[in-house]
């Protein structure tokens, strides 16, 4: 068996789930950009962002580019509050799974290890 790493968004101002967040996963310890991608119309991604022999013990960090998702409801003034959101972890079990879920508004937002 081995780990993954997942993640998904949701935007809690406006009930749903965040669709073409562009997300950047940065190896922490290394300084190394692992990876890009979207979510996609669930506010997820199409794979895991890490699996088999990528998914590894360490601190990570993924950034979240909110502002031009909540910029294209037209309601926001610029400059929006919040534009990117970073949330550094570790994972210390890669035999284990670990989801890193955000849930954002224009405003406010919260994550937390999710399964």
Known sequence: MSGNLTTHVLDTANGCPASGIAIALWRW?????LKTVRTNN?????EPLLTGV???AGV???VFTVGN?????GQYSAPLFL???PIRFGI???????????LVSPWS????RGS
Request: proline letters at 3%; aromatic letters at 20%; hydrophobic letters at 25%.
């Open 109 to 112: 937002y919260s994550t937390y």
């Open 92 to 102: 210390s079990d890669i035999e284990a799974h670990y989801h890193v879920p955000l």
């Open 42 to 46: 669930d506010g997820r991604t199409d």
């Open 54 to 56: 990528e998914f590894k």
């Open 83 to 85: 534009d990117e959101i």
């Open 29 to 33: 310890d290394s300084k190394t950009l």
């Open 60 to 62: 990570y960090e993924l």
């Open 69 to 73: 998702y909540f910029s294209e409801y």
